[in-house]
């Protein structure tokens, strides 16, 4: 417990830091393209069009039902998930390698390595919420209106948020150790995307109900569900799936309370990883 309060007590401190470090990261990245950041959102986009394309197709453009309660065309439905998903995926990868790659600037540095993948999530943040943003605009004029549900949103971002950090506190420390676990990372989160409820319905492709409490242990289920049921306005998917909330954040803290003592345990030796 001491190692995880040192780690919340080191982004707390450096708060202020980490966003100037997060937007200068956001714009270091871009800076030689003509369109800038804009790519942070065209690249999204273009992804979003093919699998509407592809797997809509295949659903011959079929509504969706959300929470057994209302129809959604398949593009709104994709849009719900697929920008969480977005910003998971690059987060994760992203904060995976944000340690080894920036060890020698560290090493010259007293910087708490801990902050490090925050500085990389929170420039996957600031993406995130204009994408969101965006999709709301979008949503709006197919009909599905702001509504009081959207209050949820802000915690699901939260949640993610913190997700994300756990289990990048995880990954980046083990990729600093053994840098295979990046790619094994990325390899097991392009099979994740098709085992989520983001390209497709899972309750409606598959029957077996064990299946489907399996796929369902994968918390980022859990997300994407509340991103829908906020956006679609079907409820309050925090109270209406309160088991489902309460194993979300028995596995989240769990990960971070892991992802705590193996950071502070080797972060001192990260330098000799160089």
Known sequence: MKYALKVIK?????????????????????????????????????????YWFVF????????????????????AWLLGGFILWIFFYQSTIQGSKSIYSRLRLLSKMNFPMSVIPNIVIFSQLYIHLFMLLATIIILHFMGFYINIYYLQLIYFIFAAFFL?????????????????????????LR?????????????????????QIVLKLNPLYYLIEGYRAALFGTGWYIVD????????WGLTLILFLFGSIL?????RHFIDYL
């Open 263 to 267: 950071h502070m345990k080797f972060r």
């Open 56 to 75: 809509g197709s295949i659903r011959q453009r079929a509504e969706i039902n959300v929470n057994g309660e209302i129809g959604v065309p398949f593009i």
């Open 164 to 188: 994300v950090f756990s289990i990048s506190l995880i990954t980046s420390t083990l990729s600093t150790i053994i840098r295979d676990v990046h790619m094994l990372l990325n390899a097991t």
């Open 191 to 211: 099979m994740l995307l098709y085992l989520t409820p983001i390209l497709w319905p899972i309750s409606e492709i598959i029957s077996n109900n064990w299946v």
């Open 10 to 50: 080191e982004q707390i401190d450096n708060f202020y830091l980490t966003r100037r470090l997060s937007l200068y990261e956001l714009k270091s990245n871009n800076k030689s393209n003509y369109l800038g950041t804009s790519w942070e959102i065209i690249n999204p986009l273009i992804q979003i069009l093919i």
């Open 241 to 248: 799936e309160w088991q489902y909330t309460l194993y979300f």
